[in-house]
């Protein structure tokens, strides 16, 4: 089995956002990357494919990104992928710019399976796979919580409102992983020093216009803290009283 | 053709739902401020409240009619509904940033190589054309995006834009049967949930974290819950110790939230846990410590102890109810 994986550079989810001085980026002074937590589900279900495949089967991992990014390729590296590939691109993309990237590069190949996080938890928009899946002709499920493969049907279980869609698909797919999924594993020190000596593939990333900009980023009106109505239970009946009276949502 | 609005409606078990009315308002406000002529469309087998969106503002509304469109397909779906706009040459499309707009969306904005903002939370139609506000960073910042396409794909975040009613009025509805071809993908189950509402939808959350120190101690939570008809919510840690299901995580790696109401028990507030409930209109923190982060955004705060709060504040609102 052919899989990819395709995974992206994102600050750590424990960053303080503060905002570039182009007013529409992020300031990165200080800020630590890390890879995409849902690619890390991705990357693991990859694996896992793998592995239940047979040793024939490869993985490659692509990113579209700076240099940097090549940072990300290799923590999916010493995970245990094969080999990775960077569509070079120092220019923020929208979703459609990076999944052009994406598509133009799979295209060229002949995989059975693309493996994305279901969003990436920058940008959050979550359009990545659908789009991918759209230009490369492939069936697509995404927000994936289940996954079982059966001959060449794919039964995803999606996370919805409310309970989980069933759904049911064919291959080639492109399947967008959500947290729990799976657990993925952490890289051996093996993994790490293998990851070393894999190759990274770089090559422009295919050229495509944004379909949207960005004219302003900001951070959201800093909340004014409010009141501590008191230290134990003889505090709730006033509580009561102002989420009645005055903010009036109960 | 005079430029247009197609406003994309979802059903649930046939009948259209609460973010489909907010999507019909805001397409009938963007219409009127852009000038815009406007269309809706909901897909669907039997859909039977369609009629409701009369009293929004919409005038007339085009049925897809399939058995085999009953439950939701992406493939399906998608199809169908790009094949309508590029019929009437739609401008702008409007769908809700449900899970089922969210998956949609973006396939409907490859096939009519669109530009595509998601999970809007804030429109301005000032410029003579849409700037949406939405969150990125799981809302740490906010980004104004425009669009650079001639066709424009949007999607709104539900419980945020107000479905306004209009007078009374019957809209015409439109039903078109169709047989749809590509149904590649396409839903064969449906597993509901044991907690009866989505942390995604409620317009109260109780929340529960780490102070909760044990999973049975989560009761306590679930009784708050249900007197207000809440939806039970979690933090990160209790999620990740396997106490509580992913689909109750609110935050960075769970969900951005926006209710009415949101009650933080027990949780500090880690920076990725903010991000996810700050939007909340109103925030109630109960943490035995004073100093904790989740107070810094708190509304109403109560310094003390889960275990003998809740109980307490179960109990009064009881009386009320």
């Known amino acids: ?43 693991e279900e990859a694996l896992k494919w793998k592995e239940k495949a047979g040793e024939d089967s490869k993985i490659t991992v692509i990113s579209v990104g700076s240099d940097n990014s090549k940072e990300t390729i290799r923590k999916a590296l010493a995970m245990g992928v094969d080999d990775g590939i960077l569509l070079k691109d120092d220019n923020p993309r929208d979703s459609m710019g990076i999944a052009k990237a994406l598509s133009e590069e799979i295209k060229s190949h002949k995989f059975d399976v693309v493996f994305c996080g279901k969003q990436s938890v920058d940008y959050d928009a979550g359009a990545v796979p659908q789009i991918l899946a759209e230009l490369i002709g492939y069936s697509c499920a995404t927000v994936v919580v289940d996954l079982k ?21 064919e291959l080639p797919a492109v399947i967008g992983a959500q947290k729990g999924l799976n657990e993925p594993r952490y890289a051996s020190l093996k993994g790490i020093m293998s990851a070393k000596k894999k190759t990274i593939e770089e090559k422009p990333a295919a050229q ?9 980023m900001q951070t959201p009106a800093a909340k004014q803290p409010g009141r501590i109505l008191g230290t134990d239970a003889s505090a709730v009946p006033e509580l009561v009283r102002l989420l009645r009276e005055e903010a009036k949502v109960i | 053709m005079a430029k247009n609005i197609l406003a994309i409606l979802e059903q649930r078990e046939g009948k259209l739902k609460k973010p489909s009315f907010e999507t019909a308002s805001t397409a009938v406000r963007l219409a009127s401020e852009l000038n815009l002529e406007i269309e809706a469309i909901a897909v669907g087998n039997e859909i039977t409240n369609l009629v409701e969106i ?35 040459d739609a401008e702008y499309l409007l769908i809700a940033n449900t899970a089922l707009g969210k998956d949609l969306a973006p396939y409907i904005a490859a096939k009519l190589n669109a530009g595509l903002i998601m999970d809007a939370i804030n429109t301005d139609s000032s ?58 993908s396409k839903v064969i189950d449906f597993k509901k949930s044991e907690s009866k509402l989505d942390v995604a939808e409620a317009d109260i959350i109780v929340s529960g974290g780490r102070g909760l120190k044990s999973p049975e ?18 933090s990160r840690a209790v999620v990740d110790a396997g106490w509580r299901p992913h689909r109750e995580q609110v935050g960075q790696t769970g969900k951005t939230v926006s209710p009415s109401l949101y009650i933080a028990c027990g949780i500090s507030g880690a920076i990725q846990h903010l991000a996810g409930m700050s939007s909340a209109k109103y925030i109630v923190a109960i943490n035995k410590d004073k100093d904790a982060p ?28």
């Open chain 1, 149 to 169: 493969l059966n001959g060449n049907k794919v039964i995803a279980e999606r996370e919805v409102e409310g309970g989980r869609e069933v759904v049911e698909l």
């Open chain 2, 127 to 184: 410029p003579g054309e849409i700037i949406a506000t939405r969150p990125v960073y799981a809302g740490k910042a906010l980004v104004d995006v425009k669009f650079m396409t001639d066709k424009k794909v949007l999607t709104i975040r539900p419980n945020v834009f107000k479905a306004v009613t209009k007078d009374k009025n019957e809209p015409e509805i439109i039903v078109k049967e169709i047989e749809p071809t590509n149904l590649k």
């Open chain 1, 208 to 216: 495509a216009d944004n379909f949207t900009e960005i004219i302003k």
């Open chain 2, 217 to 234: 101690n989560f009761k306590l939570i679930e009784d708050l819950a249900e007197v207000l008809g809440a939806a039970v919510g979690a």
């Open chain 1, 1 to 43: 089995m052919n899989i990819v994986v395709c995974v992206s550079h994102v600050p750590d989810t424990a960053t303080k956002v503060k905002i570039g001085d182009d007013n529409k980026t992020i300031n990165q002074a200080g800020v630590t990357y890390i890879i995409n937590p849902y690619d890390e589900f991705a990357v």
């Open chain 2, 294 to 321: 989740i107070f810094n955004v708190a509304d109403y705060g109560i310094a003390g102890d889960v275990f003998e709060v809740l109980p307490v504040l179960t109990e009064e609102i009881k009386k009320i109810k």
């Open chain 2, 54 to 88: 009369g009293d929004y503002g919409i005038k007339k509304i085009t049925h897809l009619k399939s058995d085999k469109l009953g439950n939701y397909s992406s493939s399906g779906y998608s199809e169908v509904l790009a094949n309508f706009a590029k019929e009437i």
